[in-house]
């Protein structure tokens, strides 16, 4: 649906820009309809979040499918990460870890520690994330590439406290994580300290201990 409103938009445009005004009026029909459409998705998808809040309030997180996630790109970024943090969880769990949520991005493994986990898609090479500046025992990064692989980068405890006040804020106070991929080298851009290799914490499951 973004796409088609996206295109519908450009339609609109250029049709302005001629002074085309029966295209105008035409696509924005479609919009129109594009719009309705999406907004009975939100409504569906916030529909099936309550129920699975009130179904599944006392469960464990379910193990997604995550080709099915990756194939399906229809799904809100928002919902998308959602899913790809349960799917995360599930794989934990075969390793012998509890993952609970909190709240929001907020977690706690094996029942102590608080743990955040962000969740991004691949921009040019590039993953923007974010979480609240909280006291953290350490955070986990799952960048998404443009070829559905996920990647997951779970810091130390020692290497979050290095960086985590050296990092930039947004509006809302939340730190910023930069990523970026060039060469064999996953980076994360630090303001003030320059860009640290992340590669050593690609599927580093021991720093969960």
């Given amino acids: ?12 445009e250029d049709a302005a820009k001629i002074r ?13 309809e594009v719009e309705n459409l999406e ?3 939100n409504q569906l998808v916030a529909s099936l979040e309550m129920l699975e809040k009130t179904a599944g309030k006392n469960l464990k997180f379910t193990r997604f499918d995550i080709s099915t996630i ?21 794989e934990t769990q075969k390793l012998g870890f509890s993952i609970s949520k909190v709240k929001g ?23 923007f994330l974010g979480l609240p500046s909280e006291n953290f025992y350490t955070i986990i ?7 559905g692989k996920i990647l997951n980068f779970i810091f130390s405890g020692d290497f979050f406290q290095k960086i985590k006040n050296h990092l930039s804020t947004d509006e809302h106070g939340q730190l910023k994580y930069n990523i970026s991929f060039k060469n064999t080298d996953y980076q994360l851009i630090v303001p003030q300290m ?16």
């Fill in 1 to 12: 649906m973004t796409k088609l409103k996206n295109v519908t938009l450009k339609k609109i």
């Fill in 20 to 32: 085309n005004t029966a295209s105008v009026v035409s696509n924005g029909r479609v919009l129109e």
């Fill in 39 to 41: 907004n009975k998705f």
């Fill in 70 to 90: 990756q194939q399906n790109r229809k799904i809100s970024h928002k919902k998308r990460g959602e899913l790809i943090r349960s799917s995360f969880i599930g």
């Fill in 105 to 127: 991005v907020r977690y706690k493994i094996n029942n102590n520690n608080l743990i955040g986990i962000a969740y991004s898609s691949e921009r040019l090479n590039r993953w």
């Fill in 141 to 147: 990064l799952l960048c998404e590439r443009t070829d």
């Fill in 194 to 209: 320059g860009n640290e290799n992340i590669n050593m914490f690609l599927d580093n499951f021991d720093n969960l201990k």
